[in-house]
């Protein structure tokens, strides 16, 4: 069954806020743990939140019919731990790291292409991290990232004040 917006008779834009990650790889985890925050706060309606996990194929079909997305996950680059990048989908493709944009078998820029090939004309914003610890099995993030958490929560929320 395809998921679709509720689309609000308000006028208001639907905005999807996908976290992206695996929970049990400590930073990589980074965008289910602001989806977690997000939860416990008092949203508008208009906005949907959606632990995604690693399945990016999977999520295809969940872009579709939203006027705004944005996604937080970890971005593997060289900069320092915690740095924060605001990213649309051409930026990772100019980056020329098209492959390798998501610590994820698919990649995050795949996974845009191929929602876009499927008819998704959302506007896409990605929050990006670069993570402190990855590849270590722990549940929770590093203590970097942790302490800058409420951060992340904040430009999620400026993101979606339309």
Same mark, same amino acid.
């Given at each position: ?34 989806? *977690? ?26 872009? *579709?019919?939203?006027?705004?997305? $944005? ?44 929602? *876009? ?12 991290? $670069? ?6 099995? *722990? ?16 430009? $999620? ?6």
């Amino acid at each position: 069954m395809e998921k679709k917006p509720a689309f609000k008779s308000n006028g208001e834009k639907n905005i999807l806020v996908l976290g992206i990650g695996n929970i049990l790889l400590t930073d990589e985890g980074t965008g289910i743990h602001v989806i *977690r925050e997000l939860e416990s706060l008092d949203l508008s309606e208009n906005i949907e939140l959606l632990e995604g996990g690693t399945a990016a194929l999977d999520l295809i079909h969940y872009l *579709r019919g939203w006027d705004k997305i $944005v996604v937080i996950d970890c971005i593997n680059i060289q900069d320092t731990p915690g740095s924060i990048y605001r990213l649309i989908p051409e930026d990772l493709e100019e980056a020329n790291c098209c492959n390798h944009s998501s610590m994820h078998q698919v990649g995050l820029i795949e996974m845009i292409k191929l929602s *876009r090939l499927s008819g998704n004309k959302a506007e896409i914003v990605i929050i990006g991290i $670069v993570p402190e610890i990855y590849g270590e099995y *722990r549940l929770k993030l590093s203590p970097t990232l942790e302490n800058l958490l409420p951060e992340i929560v904040k430009l $999620v929320i400026k993101e979606t004040q339309i």
